[in-house]
Each structure stands twice: as C-alpha cells, then as structure tokens.
C-alpha cells in the first residue's frame, strides 16, 4: 500500500476510534488495585519476566495491559492514536500510583525516539488497523533491543471470517485472503462498544491479515519464530455449542530478535 493510502486511512481510523473512545473504559481501577491482571498466563509465559524491562504497548486503548506492565515492574510507554483512550489510561494510572507513558501515536510511524524496547506488545483488535504489515513488522523489529521479543495476541483470523447460524453451523461472512474490509457483514467483528452506541458514521478501514502473512512478515522483518500458539474460546462463537471448542478464536505469537 502506497504512503499516501496508509496515511489516510490512519487519519480516518483515527477519528473513528476518537468517536468510540469516551465510551470505552476498560477494566476499573479496582481491578488492578485488588490484584487483577490484564495479560492472560499465556501471555505472560510468552512474554517472561519484564521486572526492569522496558514494554511497549501498541494501539494501547485505555492501557489496561499496559497498567499490568508496570505493576509487574516494568517501564512501560503506551501509544494509541485516540487521544480519549489515553486520557482514560493516564487517569487509571495515576490512580493506582503506578507510572506509564501514555503517547499520543501512530503504530505505523513511530517517533524516532520510541525505541531500545525489551518487550512489544499488541493484544487483541490492534493488528486488523494495521494498513501495511511488511512496514510494520520492519519497524518494529527496529524498535527492539537484542534479545528482545515481540508478542502479538490476538483474534485468530479464521474467527473473523466466520459467522455463527446456529449450533454446529456456520457461514463465511468475510475474506481470509482479501486484507481489506470495509465494516462488517458480521457485527460481531466490529469493535464491542458498537454494539452499544452504534458505528459511528465516519469512514474507516479494518485488515484480516491471514497467518501466513503473519509469519512470513514477521520473518521478513528478521525477527525469529519463537512461538505460535491457538486457542479456542467458546463466548467467542456465541450459540455454536461445543463445536466452538474445535475452531481457533485467538492465536499467541512470539518472536525475537
């Protein structure tokens, strides 16, 4: 995709996620404060220790993950490119006494001074708002630190091509090889606050990037396959049944430089 076109489309999805932002709040600072974690133990195996390592967290939403980070001990920066997400994640932040930074960005085009990182991170609904994988996994290999890993989890893409009839029964609502999708045929793939207030009436563009196209980018990129892992997730495929438990809805990737 041309420069031009990923510019643009960062700007439009920009001012649709700054439409959905003040509706999103993430887990309560409670949460956090009574011991509660934002990285699942897969995550964290994944991951390993990040006690004085320096995280980034891309498309960091109100930061939840990122508060986790830092709790365990790291120095955490945060990027989103909706200024109310990181409002939110700064306010929970300073609640809990804990220090992250939150910096208003584009994962796409990182300040220079964003990098030496030990740990990148992006969970789940960051990777479809990438326009341009190949440049985005270049560039974070950039940012990280010899001996460093970056971890991608998230919403496996076969899950997001698949829409549930009932039980034992489902359709294909999307493209796995097509990238580009503009809004979707199954609601249940657009982000769940939407479902809530509604999608709000700007243009905007999301990505199924297929795991080949994972893999093969990230080893572009010349980091190393470390770990590739997929996990079925039953709320995942509402109304499918047990059948639910024999499909991949997330995947967890790990890989280093």
């Given at each position: 995709?041309?420069?031009?076109?990923?510019?643009?489309?960062?700007?439009?999805?920009?001012?649709?996620?700054?439409?959905?932002?003040?509706?999103?709040?993430?887990?309560?600072?409670?949460?956090?404060?009574?011991?509660?974690?934002?990285?699942?133990?897969?995550?964290?195996?994944?991951?390993?220790?990040?006690?004085?390592?320096?995280?980034?967290?891309?498309?960091?939403?109100?930061?939840?993950?990122?508060?986790?980070?830092?709790?365990?001990?790291?120095?955490?920066?945060?990027?989103?490119?909706?200024?109310?997400?990181?409002?939110?994640?700064?306010?929970?932040?300073?609640?809990?006494?804990?220090?992250?930074r939150f910096?208003?960005?584009?994962?796409?085009t990182l300040?220079?001074?964003?990098?030496?990182?030990d740990v990148?991170?992006?969970?789940?609904?960051?990777?479809?708002?990438?326009?341009?994988?190949?440049?985005?996994?270049?560039?974070?290999?950039?940012?990280?630190?010899?001996?460093?890993?970056?971890?991608?989890?998230?919403?496996?893409?076969?899950?997001?091509?698949?829409?549930?009839?009932?039980?034992?029964?489902?359709?294909?609502?999307?493209?796995?090889?097509?990238?580009?999708?503009?809004?979707?045929?199954?609601?249940?793939?657009?982000?769940?606050?939407?479902?809530?207030?509604?999608?709000?009436?700007?243009?905007?563009?999301?990505?199924?990037?297929?795991?080949?196209?994972?893999?093969?980018?990230?080893?572009?990129?010349?980091?190393?396959?470390?770990?590739?892992?997929?996990?079925?997730?039953?709320?995942?495929?509402?109304?499918?049944?047990?059948?639910?438990?024999?499909?991949?809805?997330?995947?967890?990737?790990?890989?280093?430089?």
């Amino acid at each position: 995709m041309s420069e031009s076109r990923v510019s643009e489309v960062v700007r439009q999805n920009s001012e649709y996620w700054e439409r959905l932002a003040p509706h999103r709040h993430g887990e309560p600072v409670e949460f956090f404060s009574s011991g509660g974690s934002a990285l699942t133990d897969d995550e964290l195996a994944a991951i390993g220790d990040v006690r004085g390592r320096r995280v980034l967290q891309l498309a960091c939403s109100v930061g939840d993950e990122a508060l986790t980070f830092a709790q365990l001990g790291a120095e955490v920066t945060a990027v989103d490119i909706a200024p109310s997400h990181l409002a939110t994640g700064q306010a929970k932040a300073e609640a809990l006494g804990v220090d992250v930074r939150f910096v208003l960005q584009d994962m796409m085009t990182l300040d220079a001074e964003i990098t030496g990182f030990d740990v990148i991170y992006i969970s789940w609904g960051g990777l479809c708002w990438v326009p341009d994988l190949t440049d985005w996994t270049r560039m974070v290999a950039s940012r990280l630190n010899a001996g460093g890993v970056v971890v991608i989890s998230e919403h496996h893409p076969l899950w997001e091509i698949l829409t549930v009839r009932g039980d034992n029964a489902l359709s294909v609502s999307g493209d796995y090889f097509g990238t580009e999708r503009d809004g979707y045929d199954d609601p249940l793939k657009a982000p769940e606050i939407t479902r809530t207030i509604g999608t709000p009436d700007v243009p905007h563009r999301s990505f199924v990037w297929g795991i080949s196209s994972i893999v093969t980018a990230v080893l572009t990129a010349g980091l190393t396959l470390r770990s590739l892992q997929e996990f079925p997730i039953e709320e995942m495929y509402p109304g499918l049944g047990e059948q639910s438990m024999s499909i991949p809805a997330t995947y967890l990737l790990a890989a280093g430089r």
